[in-house]
């Protein structure tokens, strides 16, 4: 599902430069995906619990996460123009166009690049747990530290 996911954001990355949020869409085919599978091993005479709402959450999550790293990553915007060819079709002499400004990104530098970049929005919702969290909306509850949450209230 992130793999189709992703290629839908690319394509629309480099041909609009624009990315619908896609969250709906990844649920319901993660649904689809779940059932198909359970009720497939079912015919197969495997055992198997039905799938629950959490798995279908984490299975949505992952999907959003793929395309979220490939479009967030710059896969369909700057990465591209980093490459020293890219640097030579701009021309060596335009202005701002240093010489050596460019890097030729290699694999392990991008999964660096992916790694850092994947941890900023982690890092940065850390110190927000301790703003607000003080009301019972979706995000503060999300916010909260573990010794904090109390029982749903519903």
Known sequence: IGVVYTVIVM???LTTGLVPTLNVSAALLAFLALRGWTHALHRLGIACRPFTRQENTVVQTCAVACYTIGFGGGFGSFLLGLDKKTYELSGVNTPGNVPGSYK?????????FLLAISFVGLLTLLPLRKVQ???NDPISMLLRP???LSPCPW
Request: a neutral charge; glycine letters at 16%; zero cysteines.
């Open 11 to 13: 394509k629309l990355s």
């Open 104 to 112: 030729d990104p290699g694999i392990g530098w991008m999964m660096g």
């Open 133 to 135: 969290y003080s009301t």
């Open 146 to 148: 573990p010794s904090v």
